[in-house]
């Protein structure tokens, strides 16, 4: 009988099709409870860090954790500069900005315009560019503005830059301070004020972050009286 029931059952595998499919249990293995715990309370840590870190914690107190001089080299030259200044005095603000870097450069200049402003100082806005003095005139925390001969327009580039130096509007400025992305038109102006010798103006800049590399030697000479180079560089300035 053995035998027999043996044959039937090898017939009825012959004869079942081959493409016939056969149900293959796919069990996922059990994750533990303990190690599902763990991840979930990674996760919620590592948020609450990144919390803590960017809203909670004081903007002063993350700056305080890196010395401004090492990020910054220029700012407390710079911040000195702006304190000698008195209520009445005038600063030329030199606008050497292009339309592409005026959102940047809005940024940098917002932290020295404000501590102008709180000095109560009046400000001369010009530049070598057509399009800067209206780019100067949209500056946020801008100081109280005087008019300028000629709209504040610089026509001729360096030689108009010396002309407008050697005007009584530039010799009766207390400062000059030039804001500036196109590293060219900045060194016509530290060039042509050091070139008045006992008659240069006490002058800072602010530069765009790409400005700032090529304009280094100047900077490291002793002959700009602080700088700010960049949102880094404006925040610490801050």
Do not use: C
Not at 164 to 191: C, I, K, N, Y
Not at 205 to 230: C, D, I
């Amino acid at each position: 009988d053995s035998v027999i029931t043996q044959a039937q059952l090898w017939q009825r595998l012959l004869e079942q099709p081959r493409s016939a499919e056969r149900s293959i249990s796919h069990e996922r293995p059990a994750m533990r409870r303990g190690s599902g715990l763990f991840r979930w309370f990674t996760t919620v840590f590592l948020f609450a860090g990144l919390f803590a870190a960017f809203w909670l914690i004081p903007e002063e107190v993350q700056l305080a954790q890196v010395s401004p001089t090492r990020i910054a080299p220029g700012v407390p030259a710079l911040i000195e500069a702006v304190e000698r200044l008195e209520t009445g005095d005038t600063v030329v603000l030199a606008i050497e900005v292009s339309p592409a870097y005026a959102a940047e450069m809005q940024q940098v200049a917002a932290p020295i315009l404000a501590h102008l402003n709180s000095r109560g100082v009046a400000a001369l806005i010009v530049s070598s560019l057509p399009e800067g003095v209206g780019l100067g005139y949209g500056l946020p925390s801008l100081p109280e503005t005087r008019s300028v001969v000629g709209d504040g327009y610089l026509a001729g580039g360096a030689s108009g830059i010396a002309a407008f130096l050697a005007g009584s509007e530039a010799v009766d400025a207390d400062h000059v301070l030039v804001l500036g992305s196109e590293p060219q038109r900045v060194t016509w102006w530290l060039e042509q004020n050091a070139l008045r010798g006992a008659g240069a103006r006490p002058i800072s800049v602010g530069l765009s972050a790409s400005a700032g590399p090529l304009l280094a030697p100047y900077l490291e000479s002793g002959r700009v009286g602080g700088w700010v180079t960049g949102l880094s560089q404006a925040l610490a300035y801050r």
